[in-house]
């Protein structure tokens, strides 16, 4: 079964402090990951596509990069204003998409 | 620039009742999903569409119908609304082409059955 699992539920950090956020998959031929932003009361926002095992992708204090079996989300040097969820999808070898449950971001000032 | 726009944006619903949630996008994308967001659930596929005219079933299709009459609209009915339908939905939209095309977001309905 194709599955997604996101780790930590939640992080709380220091502006400055930099972490990293998990995204595990198991699925039948990835033909794609994607990273989202989700700000409260809105819907998911964009932010990278990886493809292929060794990928990065970089966004202002956003890093993302992907193995065969997890991507990572590298912050560096957070900011008050990164604090949001972060989703992680996968598109497995059809049309869906499927989701992690996310990680709850706050970035105390 | 309105990306995909989803009406109403709140709707309180009593038991029972039915109510049609609309999905539009401007950018001429083949694909369009309807999802719910519940707390600890995260977004979970209810249905989907592959083009105008088609419709196929995702992870929590039971209780909803969908409809792709016009390509830039994606419709979700409740028929017979339930308690546990209360939920955030969010209807997204992808470019066909390309394995790697990321799906675009509206803000969401927030919908509510007593």
């Known amino acids: 079964e194709d599955q997604v699992t996101q780790s930590p539920e939640a992080l709380r950090l220091q502006e400055g402090e930099s972490s990293s956020l998990n995204c595990s998959y198991t699925?039948?031929?990835?033909?794609?990951l994607f990273w989202y932003r989700q700000d409260p009361g809105k819907g998911p926002e964009f932010l990278f596509t990886?493809?292929?095992a060794g990928e990065e992708k970089e966004k202002e204090r956003l890093k993302a990069t992907l193995t065969k079996k997890e991507s990572f989300l590298h912050i560096t040097a957070p900011k008050p204003e990164d604090s949001a969820t972060y989703l992680c999808?996968?598109?497995?070898?059809?049309?869906?998409?499927?989701f992690g449950k996310g990680t709850r971001l706050h970035i105390l000032p | 620039n309105a990306g995909v726009t989803q009406t109403p944006k709140f709707r309180v619903l009593k038991t029972g009742q039915s109510m049609t949630l609309l999905c539009a996008q401007d950018?001429?994308?083949?694909?369009m999903y309807w999802y719910r967001q519940d707390p600890g659930m995260g977004l979970r596929l209810i249905h989907y569409?592959?083009?105008?005219?088609?419709?196929a079933k995702g992870e929590v299709p039971d209780g909803y119908n969908v409809s792709r009459l016009k390509k830039q609209n994606f419709l979700l009915g409740l028929e017979s609304a339930a308690p546990s339908q209360t939920s955030v939905y969010f209807c997204?939209?992808?470019?066909?082409?390309?394995?790697?095309?990321?799906?675009?977001f509206g803000d969401g309905t927030r919908l509510s059955i007593l």
């Open positions: 999808a996968v598109r497995p070898g059809d049309d869906k998409i499927i």
């Open positions: 569409s592959v083009g105008e005219g088609t419709t």
């Open positions: 950018m001429n994308h083949e694909y």
């Open positions: 990886l493809y292929s």
């Open positions: 997204a939209s992808r470019r066909g082409q390309g394995p790697n095309q990321p799906q675009h």
């Open positions: 699925v039948s031929g990835l033909r794609g």
